[in-house]
């Protein structure tokens, strides 16, 4: 069930346009509008203890890309999560408990990890998984040919630098003790480390055919024809239609009761109709209020939770006039987030703002979050006077023409905008009159389609340093660790190909990151974290705009389906149940 | 005629590699990675794999040895592997493009069945209630955006009607567990065709009776014409004797090309309709900057584009003997 910790999604950017979300509620709430009380039945005898039912999920679209190791796109995931399986996995709560695996336990340094495997679990053709399979998934990751996008998962792992560079044969990382017990070696004893042995498990015997070290070639080019241990297999992929998937025969236990799933391609104008219409059965992650009210008031099923992301504005802490901590902070104070949130997020439906303004740059739900964050967090209310005060101090004063000038350069903003972007279009009128008008601010937009700004941030941001000055994105994070944090503002990730957008180095932060991931109980490493968003906040490195509710709708016949930010659809579709 | 055909291939060899030149640079000019295209958005890869990537892909290479290579590749047929699709491009492409020539090619069919009557009987009775009716129905349909034209069938038709399916191609549950027969698939597949096809008709419909009402009007016009009529010939054979044929000439034209058009997707339509065609791949293929197909698929069109003007002059060779001669 391995994730990478940061999916900024293209879909962030389809979806916005029909942004919307929800009051802050801390866990899934589950409101059915299944109105009849004759309808109160669902208590019947229900002992039967196989499989059964078809569930048709309305997605955006799957490539075929099923192999773990190599996927790319979101959709792909779903299928990947319900064909195969890892040692580990999340629970509802958002806690890892044992998948594959039975129990594990620490070595006395902390670095090492060993699993003791169940001893029934079999590949959908009938073979069963054993260490060796493990240890095989971990050598694909580790291999100089993999081109795949995980391989930070072993990248900390013990012979991982000499395996790569060809200077050694053998990888001793992940080790087989015996058939049923395998043993992950780490560098050095981090919190995160867990995380990483939860890879999906391939069969050594169907995508290890023709590997050799060096070669992978092999097992990149197994797409759809996927095979793994988890519930489901799948029997039918159509490009551009849909995927089938059937209930794995030979899968153990009485966990995923739906005999069938078919993720069906809908198209985002039509997916509602869809809905109500009975062409599809669940619609996740919905964020428009329009389609939620319609589907509440045909009498669909709603669960509603958290994002486990945001929305946010980042500046170029290296370059230009947003180099200046003073200047970051002006704007900060001349941002009216709350303003943009009330009335961006409000749903009129229910009079409620279905989105939250946050000032740290965690996830709504990571457990770094408590009240003494919360309590030290500058929330920069909207001050014009304060921002123009701080300009001054910084040497930015106003020219004849109301622009702001230093040293003759006037003080201009550099904005890398989306076109036909709703939120865009709606943050920029407000930037014109506060930091425009208000401020003196000389405002310019610059309107680039999605992946030209991630090749003026990421992709080629060393070459583009000085052509912006702030960027909105979107991040989704898959984990309620706060190390999520670590790549994005951590220095050693300044530079092309890498996630420090914002280009902000600050030693201090450095070193408390360092520190952080260390730490493997929570609460000794939540004050560090504490730490950490506060200097970050200070220096208006980033500012979140919005953090919005994200809603499953779902036909009534499917039952106990209980998801979460961290628990999608995929997860809940083990105690789910179709009632018909 | 051979000899003109002949010629007339000649010519188009210098002429397509100069736009797969074009092409090629313009897919440089670009911004963005594709490397990116190949990991996904938001991918853990190192830069030294990122770098790997580029080097096993070709892409750290000087421009022109880049495009060299691909000429080379794609003079034996092979044209590479989608970054995105992990698959033969001709593949890719092969899967998709069929799905919108069944489309296009019935829109089609429909579109000259219904607009050469009518532009016709619009061009005789010119400012007529038949002809006005018809301009305002094609300025009407050429105003209209099909995807709106499309959302409107889809909320106003197809949901009240309760039988024609909303979008795709084939029934979801056909699709998952196959279908029984033949003939059930065919049924099937024209059933799902019923909407998008109306929307692709009415909007070629509303260009094509102009074109056909405009050239009867100015072939009705020539003299030969009036010596027709004044030899006594019935109204009809005159007309689809003497000005039909002849006004036949622009329309073999607009036939010709049409012919790229049948193989092309609208990425609207096909958005909304979620028709599985090539429209909507090839235009997140662009944001994905997945070079290898753009670069068959746009190599692929102007092959096309340039067949079909080849056939327009051939036939109209083969309709108006003026043109043979010289």
Avoid at chain 1, 430 to 436: A, I, K, L, Q, S
Avoid at chain 2, 122 to 142: E, I, P, R
Avoid at chain 2, 276 to 297: C, E, K, N
Wanted: hydrophobic share 45%; charged share 20%; aromatic share 12%.
């Amino acid at each position: 069930m391995k994730k990478s910790l940061v999916l900024l999604l293209c879909l962030v950017m389809v979806a916005s346009a029909f942004l919307a979300g929800c009051s802050p509620k801390e866990d899934a709430v589950t409101e059915t509008t299944t109105a009849p009380a004759s309808e109160a039945t669902t208590e019947a005898p229900m002992v039967e203890a196989e499989p059964s039912g078809t569930l048709v999920v309305g997605i955006t679209e799957a490539s075929g890309n099923f192999n773990p190791h190599y996927y790319s796109s979101a959709y792909d995931g779903y299928v990947v999560d319900m064909v195969f399986e890892g040692l580990i996995a999340r629970n509802f709560e958002g806690e890892y408990e044992g998948s594959v695996a039975d129990s594990w336990e620490y070595s006395e340094d902390g670095k090492s990890i060993t699993f003791n495997m169940k001893k029934d679990r079999v590949f959908s053709d009938g073979q069963p998984l054993t260490a060796n399979d493990v240890v095989f998934s971990y050598l694909v990751l580790a291999d100089p040919s993999y081109t795949g996008r995980y391989s930070s998962t072993v990248k900390d792992m013990v012979g991982y630098d000499e395996y790569y560079a060809g200077e050694s044969d053998t990888f001793s990382g992940v080790e087989a003790i015996d058939d049923y017990t395998v043993k992950f070696n780490f560098k050095e004893a981090l919190r995160v480390n867990f995380a990483n042995c939860g890879s999906a498990i391939l069969p050594a015997h169907y995508y290890g055919k023709d590997f050799a070290p060096g070669n992978t070639a092999s097992v990149e080019a197994i797409t759809t024809d996927a095979m793994g241990s988890g519930p489901y297999v799948v029997s039918q992929f159509k490009e551009k239609e849909l995927v089938y998937l059937e209930r794995n025969p030979l899968y153990v236990g009485d966990d995923y009761m739906v005999k069938e799933i078919i993720l069906k391609f809908v198209d985002q104008t039509t997916d509602i109709v869809e809905l109500t219409s009975g062409g599809v059965d669940l619609l996740a992650g919905v964020i428009d209020p329009k389609k939620i009210s319609e589907a509440r008031n045909a009498g669909f099923s709603i669960n509603s939770y958290n994002r486990s992301g945001y929305g946010y504005i980042k500046t170029n802490c290296e370059a230009g006039p947003t180099a200046d901590v003073k200047v970051r902070q002006a704007l900060y104070y001349s941002f009216n987030v709350k303003e943009f949130v009330n009335s961006y997020y409000y749903d009129a439906d229910t009079d409620q703002v279905l989105a939250v303004t946050q000032y740290h740059p965690f996830s709504q739900i990571s457990w770094a979050i408590d009240d003494a964050l919360l309590d030290s967090m500058i929330e920069y209310d909207f001050d014009l006077d304060k921002a123009k005060a701080l300009l001054d101090e910084a040497g930015w004063l106003v020219g004849a023409d109301g622009i702001r000038y230093k040293d003759g350069q006037p003080l201009e903003l550099k904005i890398a905008a989306m076109p036909d972007h709703d939120i865009l279009a709606t943050l920029i009128p407000m930037w014109e009159r506060d930091w425009g008008q208000g401020l003196g601010v000389k405002l310019t937009v610059a309107y680039l389609e999605f992946n030209t700004i991630l090749d003026y941030v990421i992709y080629n941001s060393d070459a583009n340093v000085d052509n912006w000055s702030l960027f909105f994105l979107a991040t989704s994070i898959t984990t309620p660790d706060p190390h999520s944090l670590y790549t994005t503002f951590h220095s050693d990730y300044i530079g092309s190909g890498m996630d420090n957008t914002s280009r902000y180095s600050n030693p201090k932060v450095d070193e408390l990151l360092d520190q952080a991931k260390a730490i493997m109980d929570i609460e000794e490493a939540k004050p560090v974290y504490a730490e950490i968003a506060k200097i970050l906040n200070e220096e208006a490195v980033m500012m979140p705009v919005y953090a919005n509710t994200y809603f499953d709708l779902y036909a009534t016949k499917l039952v106990d389906f209980k998801t979460s930010s961290l628990y999608n659809w995929v997860s809940a579709l083990k105690d789910a149940k179709i009632v018909e | 005629m051979l000899k003109y055909i002949a010629r007339r291939l000649l010519h188009l060899i210098p002429v397509l590699l100069i736009i797969t030149i074009i092409l090629f640079a313009m897919l440089q000019i670009m911004p963005g990675d594709p490397v990116n295209a190949y990991l996904g958005i938001g991918s853990n890869a190192t830069v030294e794999q990122q770098q790997q990537i580029r080097e096993m892909l070709g892409l750290d290479q000087p421009v022109h040895i880049q495009y060299l290579k691909w000429l080379g590749r794609s003079l034996t047929g092979d044209f590479g592997t989608s970054y995105k699709f992990r698959k033969p491009v001709a593949d890719v492409i092969g899967t998709y493009i069929w799905n919108s020539f069944y489309l296009n090619i019935v829109a089609m069919f429909f579109a000259f069945l219904i607009a050469i009557p009518v532009g016709i009987k619009s061009a005789v009775k010119k400012y007529g209630l038949f002809d006005n009716f018809w301009t305002v129905f094609s300025l009407t349909g050429v105003s209209m955006p099909s995807f709106f034209f499309a959302l409107i069938l889809i909320f106003f038709v197809a949901i009240p009607s309760k039988w024609l399916p909303l979008n795709g191609m084939r029934t979801t549950i056909f699709l998952a567990k196959g279908y029984d027969s033949f003939g059930q698939e065919v049924l099937d597949v024209l059933k799902h065709m019923i909407l998008p096809v109306t929307v692709v008709t009415i909007s070629s419909l509303a260009s094509l009776t102009r074109y056909v009402r405009n050239s009867v009007i100015e072939v009705i016009n020539q003299d030969y014409i009036r010596t027709a009529r004044s030899k006594g010939l019935s109204e009809k054979v005159v007309i689809y004797k003497h000005a039909f044929r002849n006004a036949l000439l622009p329309i073999v034209t607009l036939l010709g090309m049409y012919i790229p058009s049948l193989f092309g997707g609208s990425i609207l339509l096909e958005t909304v309709f979620i028709w599985p065609g090539i429209g909507h791949v090839l235009f997140t293929s662009i944001g994905d900057r997945d070079y290898s197909m753009l670069m068959a698929a746009n190599t692929f069109y102007a092959i096309l584009m340039l067949a079909g003007n080849l056939l327009a002059d051939v036939s109209y060779a083969f309709v108006d003997p003026r043109v043979r001669v010289k």
